[in-house]
């Protein structure tokens, strides 16, 4: 029982190095932040690219389509649908919700409404990632986060760099390649606002 504990708690702390994220800020600070109640937010995607390779939007899609239709024709037009509102709508309604729900300062994030000020989520490097089963491969995300004037959002307030957040369930895996990447975008939201809430201590 001793020597399970003991494999339970390692197997643990692997899986939270694991699951680290980096964040730096490369421009800015946090105070802005102080007293907000509300905060827009917004995903870019116009310049992402996927894998090592660094694929283009349209090369990824491509990619997916061939390898879909290798194993099971005719079902490359749903993962198509399927891509196509996990980016539109998925993403950032994943990244909202946890923003919101960890944010001891409680600031609220939301596509919504008005705010001074515009967190810009965008995005920079994807890794999809893979699942087998027993062995799998937690998908990688790459942020840019810029907070803005939302009347003006050329003057950068703060803008940090949000390095390879994993996406994936510890221990279980998720089969789904969007809900992997979905996953990624909740790391960083949650990552994001324990840095603010620290910051703004």
């Known amino acids: 029982m001793k020597k399970l504990f003991t494999t339970v708690v390692v197997l643990a702390i692997v899986a939270s190095v694991a699951f680290a994220q980096k964040m ?10 102080k007293g907000q109640e ?3 937010v917004k995903l870019d995607f116009s ?3 996927f894998y090592n ?3 283009s939007e ?11 239709e290798e194993k099971e024709p005719g079902e490359s037009a749903n993962w198509v649908n399927d891509w196509k509102s996990f980016r539109d709508t998925r993403f950032l309604d994943k990244f909202i919700s946890i923003a919101t729900e960890n944010s001891k300062a409680n600031i609220e994030f939301t596509k919504t409404g008005s705010a001074p000020y515009t967190l810009i989520v965008k995005a920079i490097w994807i890794y999809p990632g893979w699942f087998g089963g027993v062995m799998k ?11 803005v004037e ?4 050329d003057k950068v307030l703060l803008a940090i760099e949000a390095d390879k957040a994993p996406g994936d369930i510890a221990f279980v895996g998720i089969p789904n390649n969007n ?11 949650k990552t994001l606002v324990q840095r603010i809430d620290k910051e703004l201590k």
């Open 53 to 55: 390779e660094n694929l």
């Open 38 to 40: 509300t905060v827009m």
């Open 24 to 33: 730096k800020v490369l421009s800015g600070d946090f105070n802005f932040l």
């Open 179 to 189: 809900d992997r990447i979905a996953e990624g975008f909740a790391k960083t939201a």
């Open 137 to 147: 491969q937690h998908a990688k995300i790459s942020t840019l986060l810029q907070f």
């Open 47 to 49: 310049e992402v690219t």
């Open 58 to 68: 349209q090369e990824y899609i491509d990619k997916r389509i061939k390898e879909i």
């Open 150 to 153: 939302s009347g003006n959002p």
